[in-house]
């Protein structure tokens, strides 16, 4: 699945529309691809947008029963759907809730319009910088969505993407991985995840998704549980998951700091202060912000 064309589209309607500053003015956006939205309160639970043409405009119907970051996020598909001209793949004029939700053979156009309308939620240029100033954590992610009334779904895969560390994002459904998304970093040393297979036994979403307490936690696992082929230099890696019931879905960050290295390596990197030297080895170090829980 190639998303970064997908991605620049969006970046550049954002830039286009005028948005500076968050939470985004979506009624800014709809007006820029001539549409208008209309809230309204007549539609069943799980319908959760209708697009149809009216007078030369579009207009957006939203459920507005929904909580608020959904109704974004559903003005923001349809708008997807606009700009990208890609026809809506399996909801109709009609946007179930279902639809909108469910991840489990998804097609890939409606995937795209999700991430066009998260990249819009989210910009880039202002959400790169909110990121970097935060340390890496569940807690992090769901302090962002509410800033950017996103929701915490379309927060948690931006905020891999623009994470200055190596850092995944997984969403889980049924048990399988339906959606990965990844830092430059992680992407630079070949941590891939794979996608459309169950969820590892051994890692902390498998093991929230069996229990039936908890819905959030936190563990250092190690790194092929969910890295297959590992990752250079870390046995170990940290993840946090976060249970989202209703949907039967998991999301879960995962990360790579320089704490989770073995002791040795640490020691050596300490003692290897020179900056020439690391310059010198080609290989630059992210800014480790240390530990968290
Ligand atoms: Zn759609």
Redesign the pocket.
Known sequence: MDEFPTILKARQFVRNAGITSVPVDIERLAAATNAKIKIVHDLNDDESGQTFPLKGKHIITVNGNHREERQRFTAL?EIA?IVLELP?QH?GPK?TTGALMRYGRRPQE?ML?DVFAAECLLPHEVFSKDVSDVDISMEAVKMLADKYKASVTSTGSRFAVNANEPCAFVLSEGGQIRYVSRSKFLREMNGWIEFNVPVPRGSVTHRLMQGASKTEDYDEIATVTWFNNGVRNFDLVAEEALLLKEWDQCLSLLWFDESLKPAREQREANEDDEPLLKELDGILPWPSKGRRK
């Open positions: 598909h759907h809506s909801h946007l409606e319009c």
